[in-house]
């Protein structure tokens, strides 16, 4: 009888801890309440219409095919009940596992506000992108429409929270749209005269990155149009605006991407979690007590490995391997994290990277990041149709996407 | 002072209406509740996960950036009262015309049933397309969790009502998605025993082509593996079924593709309608007693006219013009139908078409069909987009937006 390996969320970590099990002789059932594998990395651009939702997700079902071993399952696993072994599902059902790797991620933290997400939605899923593109590509409508000046200067300013990579690129690309994608189709305003603001609680922009590329950072996002606010921690959120460092902001559009807050399965496990709740798992990964429990990505709290893509993937293929290991009896390995580098991009012709001592800026990053990102897609197709609508909107500075949904 | 005239709408009547306008000493105001202008006849691609959104569809306010003298106002106008010229807005706001071009459309009707559309949504929107493509895809993805096989088969059994171009594109899509997408991704059911059945209440498929026509429709239909149901009235429809004839079909799934149901903004002209709700306008199509109000599309009731989108750009431009004669003192002109043909495509690679006397089907109507709709198509991009989209599917057989939105 073949093991049971019980794989909880397919995003990076997932994915490659699934995709390590091809070849071990077990049955591996993954189980994601979306139908797709997502590039998160590349979400930003749905959010601000440059590329379409399918551009950036393959069904998991269809990257699985081949896999013969593994099953997939769209569901919604809403606790794990490590004594019995078992996970159970949105309808009751109850899965059985012998190994279960746990990978269901991280959003963001409104602080102990969790009602600022109504008027700030943040950006993890492509719903989240389609909504955040909806509010921007609404408000200026209702620019159009407005004919106070106090009302629509609010509907044309857009105050993002949080300066890292996701604010950065956030914020970068929405001024790139006010100032050059959309001027000359409004007749009431001038879409230049939108005001993008980057709001951020610590003393500078990524803050994880090295000093001076914070610098460079800040500088390129406040040559495309960018106000950056340092050192201001936001007190509140409404549908009329923020309170930050004391001062009040007039928006009708707040972009939320400050702080970290676990996956609510986590505590289901019943083991000790970090202050964002996140499983602080044994150096294999495995939780204490039950080292047929493995817990992967954005969920795992490990000192000193930030949560970008390619530190999930090589805790899932870890975890993988020792659940592989453990079938032959060989003790489980450490994790060690492999620093591939950090990249962030600023606009359409900026970013800044950093790889170990190596750094980089302008437009040298930017075409690195292009590169990596391209490469790293799931899908033939995804990266021609990534790399073709990445090239169109360089060239014409046209959001091709800039249709709104769910009206 | 020059005249003010609204267009409320920008499907292709009112898209083609505003274009005729480009010229005119006029102020044009072009009103519609979405963002976006849609190429309807590529919808059943959206919703059958071949192409994504915005593949098919342009923002209107960059199709018309160029065209000075035209505003763009994202609005939903909810009455119009002719007598004081007026406009009404979902806020109560106002917009005065000195000429009126009503071009808001139809949608499908459930014969005096509208409790059905929750069972059975009809296809005119992205958002529709969206919530089809959503229902198609989950529903294989239930199938896989089901381990009853009666109510396994009825996830697996997908009804589309009305066999017109929408009904008849959709089976032969949902067809070949089962036959050749699916296989291999499902681990307790073959997605080829899928069952898709096209249910029409008369005697034959796409009742307004030629008898022979309709004959072969029906045979490349079956050979995709469509079950047709002919002379069969839909008498019921709930969330477990649809009631055809007498008898009653378990499916999970049904896409309603029938009836033609006028925008309701036509009552509030308080003119005469024909049974489905459509504006008897006179031969220049303007409205009895407002020679100032045109209507045109789908909308209007014209003899002999089918409704596809050939005959609403006719009637838009017909109508812009109408509005030029008027302010020249000229006499306005009857509306005269050019009939360029009809095409519908039956599955990935065979389509019927009549142009006059003239008729094709098969492989020759099917590249008839893709060279139309590809040139029509707005916007250099989406024509690229499209037709990359529509090769990759043709050759691989993957459908690569099988991505569920609103989860």
Redesign the interface.
């Known amino acids: 009888m073949r093991a049971r390996v019980l794989i909880v969320g397919c995003g990076f970590g997932g994915l490659y801890a699934a995709r390590a099990l091809a070849r071990a002789a077990v049955h591996v059932t993954v189980v994601d ?4 594998h997502l590039f998160q990395p590349l979400l930003y651009q749905v959010a601000t ?1 440059g590329l ?4 950036i ?1 393959a ?1 998991i ?2 990257i699985l ?2 896999q013969k071993n593994a ?5 919604d696993v809403r606790a794990i009940d490590a004594e019995r072994r078992e996970a159970t599902l949105e309808d009751g ?1 109850a899965l059985c596992y012998d190994y279960l790797i746990v990978a269901t991620g991280a959003a963001h933290s409104y602080f102990g506000h969790d009602e600022w997400a109504l008027y700030a939605p943040g950006l993890k899923t ?2 989240d992108a ?1 909504e955040i593109r909806r509010r921007i ?2 408000a200026f ?1 209702h620019a ?2 407005e004919s106070d000046p106090a009302c629509r200067a609010a509907w044309l300013t857009f105050a993002i929270v949080g300066a890292g990579a996701t604010g950065v690129e956030l914020a970068g690309t929405l001024a790139e749209i006010a100032r050059h994608t959309l001027p ?4 009431q305003f001038d879409p230049r005269t939108a005001r993008v603001m980057l709001i951020e609680g610590t003393d500078r922009v990524l803050p994880t990155y090295p000093p001076d590329l914070s610098e460079k950072a800040r500088l390129q996002l406040e040559r495309l149009g960018v106000t950056v606010w340092l050192n201001r921690k936001v007190t509140h959120a409404d549908a009329e605006g923020v309170e930050a460092g004391g001062e009040r902001l007039a928006t009708r559009t707040v972009l939320w991407a400050a702080g970290v807050s676990a996956s609510p399965l986590a505590a289901t496990l019943g083991v000790p979690l970090d202050r964002a709740g996140r499983v602080e798992v044994r150096p294999d990964l495995s939780i204490p007590g039950h080292p047929e429990v493995f817990v992967v990505g954005d969920l795992a709290a490990v000192e000193g490995v930030p949560g970008i893509a390619p530190a999930a993937k090589q805790m899932g293929r870890l975890a993988a391997r020792n659940v592989a290991r453990s079938l032959q009896h060989e003790p489980s390995r450490p994790f060690r994290y492999r620093d591939y580098g950090q990249l962030a991009t600023i606009g359409r012709r900026a970013a800044v990277a950093v790889f170990g001592r190596f750094r980089l800026w302008g437009f040298p990053a930017w075409l690195l990041w292009l590169v990596a990102h391209i490469y790293f897609l799931i899908g033939f ?2 990266r ?2 990534v790399l ?1 609508g990445l090239a ?1 909107s360089y060239w ?1 500075q ?1 959001r ?8």
């Open positions: 309440r979306a139908n797709h219409a379409s939702a399918p551009a997700a069904p079902r269809q095919a081949r099953r997939v399952l769209l569901a059902q492509l719903d389609l590509l609404l409508e159009e429409r000359g189709q409004f007749r197709r995804n021609l149709v073709a169109w014409t046209e091709h996407a800039r249709i709104v949904l769910r009206d």
